[in-house]
């Protein structure tokens, strides 16, 4: 399923060798877990029902606690740490496997406080540093959703994989002291320009954005859980293998000269006049970003544009290197490789075909810094996302057989140099790495 699955937490270990330290803190009061007793303000109504489902939507929840061949939201998502592998829960509201006894106070903490009904600290491979950030109107609309809006299923979640004494929960508390804040404490972000404030309000809270978009620290937590707390926010990260680009740089990398309506279009169709969807954030877009209001996909794209970005040059169509390739002259074994297996989708103009196939030209996926993303899609293929708005699937087959890593690496390497692209080369061992990584997936 989702590769976020898959994501290293290695802040389950990190969190295990600080955990002697805690015992004599875990005595003390824990503050920042809010309270159980809270009720919901408002009586369950559909249309409070139906506002759950679509924050459910923005939040994402599906992507984690629904599996293919299991109920809706019965979990069972395996999510892999270094100390084993911790399992998604039932979230329905069956009474015996789900939460279906959980008060509104109980379902407010697991998910915006990270602390489950025994008082357990849970693992941050639930998003709950984010979602922290989510209102409180936000989450008794999720709470009357996963109430009456979800079916129960009487389907036991299965038991996480983590063997005693790392087992052990009391050093995530620790680390959820050191690196969650409590809702309260978190201002609302506020901005002159509507728009900008509820798509700052999206990205840093349900949309989670930053769980794979921000680099993290020597704990495995985000270096800036918002825009406020420093240009680390979606500064770009690796996850799983795949390169979650930077949604702030300047220059020819990050969203580099994307309005807000290409951001808008890429989160609900999959894919832009400029690059389509694959990889980690595919499945992003399929069970949340595609359902956005139009509105709020706006929103996304005019906050991403309003943080700061550091400089850079922009992107220029050079057209010189297309007339070279029609012409048969050919700069480098690359350009070879490019027109012998790429350029029949890509275009010798590095073009690509609008809608269908993506250009590489002027694409930030493809003059990334990290080439993880490329090599990979470039050795084992990819499919686009299929969504509400654009239900056709284009593919792209994988080269792994055909082109040995030297070269794979030239190819890209030329990819990543022409047209107008300029990024740094892509090396043999990079391609090596690519196919040992995925080898095993
Ligand atoms: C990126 C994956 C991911 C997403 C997205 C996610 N969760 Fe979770 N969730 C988890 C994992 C993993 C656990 C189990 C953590 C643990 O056992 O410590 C969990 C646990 C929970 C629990 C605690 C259940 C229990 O029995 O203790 C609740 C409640 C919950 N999630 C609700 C939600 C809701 C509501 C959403 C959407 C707003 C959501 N989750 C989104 C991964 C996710
Ligand atoms: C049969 C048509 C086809 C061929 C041949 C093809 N591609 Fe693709 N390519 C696609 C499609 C479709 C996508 C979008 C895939 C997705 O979204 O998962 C894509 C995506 C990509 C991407 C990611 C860019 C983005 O915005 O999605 C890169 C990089 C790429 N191709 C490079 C190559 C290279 C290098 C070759 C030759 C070795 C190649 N492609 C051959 C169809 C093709
Ligand atoms: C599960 C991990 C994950 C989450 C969550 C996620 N992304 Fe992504 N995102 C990726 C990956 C991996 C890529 C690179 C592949 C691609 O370009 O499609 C990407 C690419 C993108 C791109 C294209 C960037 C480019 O330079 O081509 C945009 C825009 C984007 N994400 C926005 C968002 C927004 C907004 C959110 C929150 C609503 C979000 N992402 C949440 C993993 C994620």
Same mark, same amino acid.
């Given at each position: 399923m =989702? %590769? ?9 270990? &990190? ?50 606690? /629904? ?30 496997y ?22 357990? /600290? ?31 299923? &009487?389907? %036991? ?7 005693? %004494?790392? /087992? ?6 620790l ?9 309260e404490?978190?201002?609302? %972000? ?17 949309g ?24 680390? +926010? ?13 949604l ?18 890429? @989160? ?7 690059? &389509?969807? +694959? ?12 359902? @956005? ?14 943080l ?6 922009? +992107? ?13 002259? @050919? ?15 890509h ?32 050795? +084992? ?5 299929l969504?509400?708005?654009?239900p ?12 040995d ?7 890209? =390497? ?8 300029? &990024? ?18």
């Amino acid at each position: 399923m =989702t %590769p976020i699955a898959k994501k290293a937490w290695l802040v389950g270990g &990190a969190a295990a060798v600080l955990g002697g330290a805690v015992l004599t803190a875990t005595a003390l009061s824990d503050r920042a877990a809010g309270d159980r007793r809270e009720t919901l303000s408002q009586p369950v109504t559909p249309a409070l029902v139906a506002r759950g489902a679509y924050v459910a939507r923005l939040a994402d929840c599906a992507a984690c606690h /629904s599996v293919p061949d299991r109920p809706d939201y019965s979990g069972g998502l395996a999510m892999a740490l270094p100390i084993g592998r911790v399992m998604t829960s039932n979230i329905t509201p069956d009474k015996t496997y789900g939460i279906g006894g959980w008060s509104f106070g109980d379902f407010d903490r697991a998910v915006r406080y990270g602390v489950n009904r025994r008082d357990q /600290s849970l693992y941050p491979a639930m998003p709950y540093v984010a979602y922290a950030r989510m209102s409180r109107a936000d989450t008794e609309a999720l709470y009357a959703y996963f109430s009456a809006g979800v079916a129960p299923a &009487a389907t %036991p979640a299965p038991r996480n994989e983590i063997l005693f %004494p790392l /087992s052990m929960r009391f050093p995530l508390t620790l680390w959820r002291w050191l690196f969650a804040k409590a809702p309260e404490a978190i201002a609302p %972000p506020s901005a002159a320009d509507p728009a900008v404030a509820r798509g700052a309000y999206i990205v840093e809270g349900p949309g989670h954005c930053g769980d794979c978009h921000t680099p993290r620290g020597f704990a495995l937590q985000v270096k800036a859980r918002s825009a406020a707390e420093g240009p680390a +926010f979606l500064a770009g990260a690796s996850i799983d293998g795949w390169s979650a680009p930077s949604l702030r740089a300047g220059g020819q990398g990050g969203l580099g000269d994307w309005t807000s309506q290409d951001i808008a279009d890429f @989160l609900r169709h999959g894919g832009n006049a400029r690059g &389509a969807a +694959f990889g980690a954030m595919a499945p992003a877009i399929e069970h949340g970003t595609a359902r @956005l209001t139009p509105g709020d996909a706006e929103a996304i794209g005019r906050f991403l544009k309003s943080l700061p970005k550091p400089p850079g040059r922009a +992107f220029a169509y050079d057209a010189a290197e297309a007339r070279r390739l029609k012409a048969g002259e @050919l700069s480098s074994p690359g350009a070879q490789a490019y027109l012998d297996n790429c350029a029949a989708c890509h275009r010798s103009d590095g073009r690509g075909y609008s809608g269908v196939f993506p250009p590489l030209a002027g694409n930030p996926a493809v003059v990334d810094e990290r080439a993880e993303s490329i090599v990979r899609i470039a050795l +084992f293929g990819g499919q686009t996302p299929l969504t509400p708005s654009s239900p056709a699937q284009f593919s792209m087959p994988g080269f792994a057989d055909r082109l040995d890593d030297r070269e794979m690496a030239q190819l890209l =390497t030329y990819v990543r140099t022409s047209w107008g692209n300029q &990024a740094r080369p892509v090396s043999r061992g990079e391609v090596a790495r690519g196919r040992r990584a995925s080898a095993g997936r």
